[in-house]
């Protein structure tokens, strides 16, 4: 059996692959091995092997498409312009499709209805606050155990769901920003910040109620269907702005795909916050903050730089906030977190991200930025406390209030 | 027991893959022809090698190593149901000397990945061929691969002191050495480029080649890809040898500049990118002479790459060019030819002419300083015949620049590809000579059979391919 959803990699987009192999050492799994399989050349010969019936979805197919990070770092560096996402994301849903397991039916409960459901995740934080109240977190088993440890510490915030936030003078224009599924309640400070900056600019700010999660993570993972509804319900959700913006590279990714999972896509353009930030410095709406704040690692999530091809933003934001930028990994390999990969292939991901904290710690920085929530996770987990983590919008927001703050303490005495 | 089992009796059950997705990812490189391999195994040290030579041999199977399957000629392609010997973990870099400027590395380390590492001590490997940013020093040692600064420096047998190398029967000796004229016959000369058909190089000893103080790169935009070939030949005529001088024509430059937004010309039919290093007064002085020779030779437009991003940049869109294509059409056919340089214009027109005759889009990118041409015809192998189109139009090409004084193969090597047209190079004697080497080190045709030697290379050939088994009948 070939494939059978229409959602299967085509040949248009197999056959923009020539094999020079030239994405060979970006690939992280096939650094790590070595092995055609690991690599996007051989992941893209196989999918051509099953469409012309030389190969089968049997578990070597299963085995070689899991274990892929869709880093999307292949696709970034191909002169041929091969949609790797896109076909990896048709492999995985001929995947969901033919190899049906107990495993996939539990992910697809997990991405597809319990990410998106505000209650279910809203118990899911009590319950991790709890255990991060009593300290319990070496009692959770390992593969759950690291992205634990790599959490803020959670509760006592109220939500940004449904309500706005209005700039000083008459707003510029309405930005809808993504509460995301678990970025509002674990990473309640990126949005403040990300709010404050925004509307600082000049912008109204607007969580709207009806929307839920973008869906990246079950696309990721071959849930079609849903990943559709989820699509329609944000797209409906973001109807009346002019920017929907995310501060979480991984979603914003997948929010800009969404014209290919629902007709049209979303009728505002979509903005990751790191280049909306970045732009409005430029253009001059936001002020390059007075004062030099020491050196800032910069980690460039996959979904930012591969993905969406973003890489001067977040470095123009740390200097426009006093920070001195340093570089990490010239390669900027995947740190090993993508979204559930760290919790299906835990070692492959332990490996990673041990590479990546140790390419961190080794640039001296006292501080790493990161624009994804899944990233910051996996690099606090191996930081392992020491030292920060932050996005670089909330080090932005932070050095622009702390020089607020001094300009009126300033004006106060004269 | 059987070669799969003996094989995960050397390796363990984790580097020797036998499923039919993992042959059928190993049955090809980044050429056009596809193979499929019995099994691949992925040795970890010069001791697994020799055992897996050891036991290919006890299985009467050959071999066929390959580094990261960037090859154009199809030299790690399998012909028969071969064992192939990924060397791709043997990649370590061990003892860089940066006083003598040599270093011993493995044969699976990445070519940039080299230049890299030694950066610090202000050096680097200078064979850079286009795919460096992904193929390996075994594959460069293999092939004998050259690159766009080879004009100056030469290929890869000028940056190769001595290779450690496995024999048939699972042999392991050093070839050459660090000093300048190392006694004895040259079998380190012999290895390199022998494409894996001699024994499989397990450690190289490459030479460093000091970072120029200063580098500055031109990029020429002219009316006509001869006007560009014309300069070619002027710049060299006037004295200087760039490091490197590239010339790309329209078709490619916009296939790159689609992808890449380098700021290419993309209205100019051909574009010549020439890079000059060295002291600073040299470089300036050089620099002046190629704009003095390419505008008096037509260019409509010279500049200078402002900084070293630009000068990057530059680079990256003459390397990936060859990707770039994948974007026009499903398939490509990229040949590899030599002409005398003074040649080169005619070369050119006739190249044209012939991708022209068999009705085939032809581009080229290629390294005009040495005369190396990379004619590029696209295809789309689904269509019935157009691929028996693409070769009968590459071995008229082949013919034409054999004809003109030039050679088979620049820098990709033979492989399976040009090894049917040894015989425009070579006559039956010399041809025999080559056989005989192979034999004198692989008289059991173990190693990278059906590659470089055509059938019947040797004086009274048996055409035998692997080892007969003991006791049979023949």
Redesign the interface.
């Given at each position: 059996m070939a494939y059978v959803t229409s959602e299967a990699p085509t040949r248009r987009e197999l056959?923009?692959?020539?094999?020079?192999?030239?994405?060979?050492?970006h690939c992280p799994t096939f650094r790590l091995t070595?092995?055609?399989?690991a690599g996007p050349?051989?992941r893209l010969?196989?999918m051509s092997?099953v469409l012309d019936g030389?190969?089968t979805v049997?578990e070597?197919?299963d085995d070689?498409m899991s274990y892929c990070l869709q880093c999307r770092a292949c696709e970034a560096?191909?002169?041929?312009?091969?949609p790797f996402g896109r076909a990896m994301e048709g492999a995985r849903a001929e995947l969901d499709a033919q190899r049906p397991s107990t495993r996939r039916s539990v992910r697809k409960l997990i991405l597809g209805s319990v990410l998106p459901n505000r209650r279910l995740i809203g118990l899911a934080t009590f319950g991790a606050s709890v255990v991060q109240r009593l300290r319990l977190g070496r009692l959770l088993p390992g593969p759950i155990r690291s992205p634990f440890n790599g959490m803020r510490s959670l509760g006592g915030r109220q939500s940004w769901v449904g309500r706005e936030a209005l700039p000083a003078q008459d707003p510029i224009g309405t930005i809808g920003l993504l509460a995301g599924c678990v970025m509002d309640s674990w990473f309640g400070p990126v949005h403040d910040a990300t709010i404050g900056v925004l509307t600082a600019a000049g912008y109204r700010v607007t969580v709207p109620e009806q929307q839920t999660c973008c869906g990246a993570l079950a696309a990721h993972d071959g849930h079609t269907a849903v990943t559709r509804e989820l699509a329609e319900t944000n797209r409906n959700a973001f109807a009346d702005v002019d920017l929907v913006v995310s501060d979480a590279a991984g979603c914003t990714a997948h929010l800009k795909d969404y014209d290919h999972w629902v007709d049209g896509g979303f009728q505002a353009e979509v903005r990751d916050a790191t280049e909306l930030v970045a732009e409005l410095i430029d253009t001059g709406r936001l002020p390059i903050v007075p004062g030099e704040r020491g050196t800032v690692a910069v980690q460039d999530p996959c979904h930012l730089r591969h993905a969406q091809r973003i890489t001067t933003a977040p470095r123009s934001i740390l200097s426009a906030a006093g920070y001195t930028p340093l570089e990490i990994d010239?390669d900027a390999l995947c740190c090993g977190a993508a979204g559930i990969y760290s919790v299906l292939h835990p070692d492959t991901s332990q490996e990673l991200g041990a590479r990546k904290a140790s390419q961190v710690l080794g640039s001296g920085a006292p501080v790493v930025a990161s624009a994804n929530p899944g990233c910051e996770m996996q690099l606090r987990s191996h930081l392992d406390g020491k030292i920060a983590v932050a996005h670089p919008v909330e080090l932005y927001w932070r050095a622009l209030s702390e020089s607020r703050l001094d300009t009126s303490s300033r004006s106060g005495a004269l | 027991m059987s070669l799969v089992s003996d094989l995960i009796a050397v390796l363990g059950r984790d580097r020797v893959?036998d499923?039919?997705?993992?042959s059928?990812?190993?049955g090809?490189?980044?050429g056009v022809f596809r193979g499929e391999a019995d099994v691949?195994v992925?040795p970890e040290s010069t001791e697994e090698v020799a055992e897996i030579v050891r036991v290919a041999e006890r299985h009467s199977t050959s071999i066929v190593p390959r580094g990261?399957?960037?090859g154009l000629a199809g030299g790690a392609v399998p012909v028969d149901r071969n064992v192939i010997v990924?060397m791709?973990?043997m990649n370590e870099i061990t003892d860089v000397d940066p006083e003598n400027r040599t270093a011993w590395v493995g044969p699976?380390v990445?070519n940039?990945?080299l230049s890299?590492h030694t950066e610090v001590h202000g050096l680097h490997f200078a064979p850079d061929p286009s795919?460096q940013?992904?193929?390996t020093i075994g594959g460069n040692v293999g092939n004998n691969s050259g690159g766009p600064h080879c004009l100056a420096e030469g290929t890869t047998v000028n940056h190769v002191l001595a290779v450690e190398v496995v024999l048939a029967g699972g042999e392991v000796v050093t070839v050459g050495g660090g000093a300048p004229d190392p006694i004895g016959l040259d079998l380190r000369g012999i290895l390199v480029g022998s494409e894996g058909t001699l024994g499989i190089v397990t450690k190289v000893l490459v030479k460093l080649t000091p970072n120029a103080p200063d580098v500055r790169t031109l990029l020429c935009a002219f009316d006509s890809v001869e006007d560009a070939a014309r300069a070619v030949s002027g710049i060299i005529a006037a004295g200087v040898v760039p490091a490197a001088l590239e010339l790309m024509d329209q078709r490619m430059t916009e296939a790159?500049e689609?992808?890449?937004k380098a700021g290419l010309p993309t209205d100019a039919a051909a574009i010549l990118l020439a890079e000059v290093s060295g002291g600073t007064a040299a470089v300036k002085a050089e620099a002046a002479v190629i704009r003095e020779v390419a505008t008096s030779s037509g260019a409509s437009s010279v500049s200078l790459a402002a900084d070293e991003a630009e000068r990057q940049i530059l680079w990256k869109a003459r390397k990936?060019?060859?990707?770039?294509?994948?974007?026009t059409a499903?398939?490509?056919y990229l040949h590899d030819t030599t002409v005398p340089r003074t040649r080169l214009v005619e070369a050119m027109t006739e190249a044209y002419a012939i991708g022209d005759k068999y009705d085939l889009v032809m581009m080229n990118v290629f390294h005009a300083g040495d005369g190396n041409l990379h004619p590029l015809m696209t295809f789309d192998a689904s269509q019935p015949g157009s691929f028996e189109r693409v070769r009968a139009a590459a071995d008229e090409i082949v013919e034409m620049c054999v004809s003109k004084g030039g050679v088979l193969s620049g820098e990709h090597g033979i492989g399976k590809e040009k090894r049917d047209l040894m015989g425009l190079m070579f006559d039956a004697p010399a041809l025999d000579a080559q056989a005989r080497i192979k034999e004198a080190f692989d008289p059991g045709g173990l190693f990278n059979p059906h590659k470089i030697l055509p059938q019947g290379s040797r004086c009274f050939d048996f055409g035998r391919t692997v080892p007969v088994p003991d006791g049979a009948w023949i």
């Open positions: 056959s923009a692959c020539v094999q020079c192999g030239l994405c060979l050492p070595g092995r055609e399989s050349r051989g010969m196989a092997a030389v190969l049997d070597a197919f070689a560096v191909c002169p041929g312009l091969v010239p | 893959l499923d039919r997705l993992d059928w990812t190993y090809k490189d980044a691949v992925l990261a399957g960037t990924s791709i973990r699976g990445v940039l990945d890299r795919s940013s992904a193929c790159v689609n992808w890449l990936s060019a060859f990707g770039a294509v994948a974007q499903p398939d490509y």
